[in-house]
């Protein structure tokens, strides 16, 4: 009889974990073990539904998570951490769940539920690799999502993962810096730098209750419509 060949598929593998787990539960077992549970249920469950993922398992203090996409798996981990970091506001340093993330973009075998294989095992070791609070991924998921997600990466250079025959080019994630914004909308975003100058002074006069006018040598009366449309605006 012909041994049944593996299933096998290419998956985007996220791979969590707590750090220092070992420590939060010597100092409260039942407490951690509560806010796992939660947060589980209240942050994880539903930002991987949100990014078409699936948990493959949970293992005590970690989780494996598959996505068909590399860019949502990314996106998923960045929001992941910042959403655990907001649960933490109010909680004492030591009592704070911390998450680390390792994602690859690799062929895994199928057994069941399960994934098995070095596209699981790079995500595995990325995380280990990987700072507090922070998500690293490898060359692979890079490759896909560059250019495809509004994030910044920082190249780390090749490094030696544990029983892993070859190196392997990891990037830390992290988001770019935030715009000027007014009531959530980013000014730069949709006119002109010195259009959005121009606003912006008259938004800070409007603001301070001063009439519209020259600020810091920006003469804000000109503001109109038609130069916010003008993407080379007129000359000052």
């Given at each position: 009889?012909?041994?049944?060949?593996?299933?096998?598929?290419?998956?985007a593998i996220l791979a969590a974990d707590v750090v220092g787990y070992s420590r939060l539960m010597q100092l409260d077992e039942a407490g951690t073990l509560t806010s796992l549970k939660a947060r589980l249920?209240?942050?994880?469950?539903?930002?991987?539904?949100?990014?078409?993922?699936?948990?493959?398992?949970?293992?005590?203090?970690?989780?494996?998570?598959?996505?068909?996409?590399?860019?949502?798996?990314?996106?998923?981990?960045?929001?992941?951490q910042e959403a655990m970091d907001a649960a933490n506001r109010d909680i004492p340093d030591d009592r704070r769940i911390v998450l680390r993330i390792g994602i690859n973009l690799g062929d895994v075998m199928v057994e069941g539920q399960d994934l098995y294989g070095d596209g699981?095992?790079?995500?595995?070791?990325?995380?280990?690799?990987?700072?507090a609070g922070s998500v690293f991924i490898s060359q692979t998921v890079f490759s896909h999502v560059n250019g495809k997600a509004d994030l910044?990466?920082?190249?780390?250079?090749?490094?030696?993962?544990?029983?892993?025959?070859?190196?392997?080019?990891?990037?830390?994630?992290?988001?770019?810096?935030?715009?000027?914004?007014?009531?959530?909308?980013?000014?730069?975003?949709?006119?002109?730098?010195?259009q959005s100058r121009l606003l912006y002074g008259a938004l800070m006069a409007f603001a301070d209750g001063r009439p519209i006018g020259t600020r810091q040598g920006v003469q804000v009366a000109t503001v109109s419509t038609s130069s916010l449309h003008d993407p080379e605006g007129s000359a000052a």
């Amino acid at each position: 009889m012909a041994e049944e060949r593996a299933q096998r598929r290419l998956a985007a593998i996220l791979a969590a974990d707590v750090v220092g787990y070992s420590r939060l539960m010597q100092l409260d077992e039942a407490g951690t073990l509560t806010s796992l549970k939660a947060r589980l249920k209240e942050v994880l469950q539903p930002l991987i539904s949100e990014y078409h993922g699936r948990i493959v398992k949970v293992m005590g203090d970690g989780v494996l998570v598959e996505f068909a996409s590399a860019v949502n798996a990314v996106t998923c981990a960045v929001e992941l951490q910042e959403a655990m970091d907001a649960a933490n506001r109010d909680i004492p340093d030591d009592r704070r769940i911390v998450l680390r993330i390792g994602i690859n973009l690799g062929d895994v075998m199928v057994e069941g539920q399960d994934l098995y294989g070095d596209g699981v095992n790079i995500a595995a070791r990325l995380e280990a690799l990987a700072d507090a609070g922070s998500v690293f991924i490898s060359q692979t998921v890079f490759s896909h999502v560059n250019g495809k997600a509004d994030l910044d990466f920082e190249d780390l250079g090749e490094r030696g993962l544990k029983n892993m025959a070859d190196p392997v080019r990891v990037f830390r994630v992290s988001e770019p810096a935030p715009r000027a914004r007014y009531r959530g909308v980013g000014v730069a975003g949709f006119v002109g730098q010195r259009q959005s100058r121009l606003l912006y002074g008259a938004l800070m006069a409007f603001a301070d209750g001063r009439p519209i006018g020259t600020r810091q040598g920006v003469q804000v009366a000109t503001v109109s419509t038609s130069s916010l449309h003008d993407p080379e605006g007129s000359a000052a």
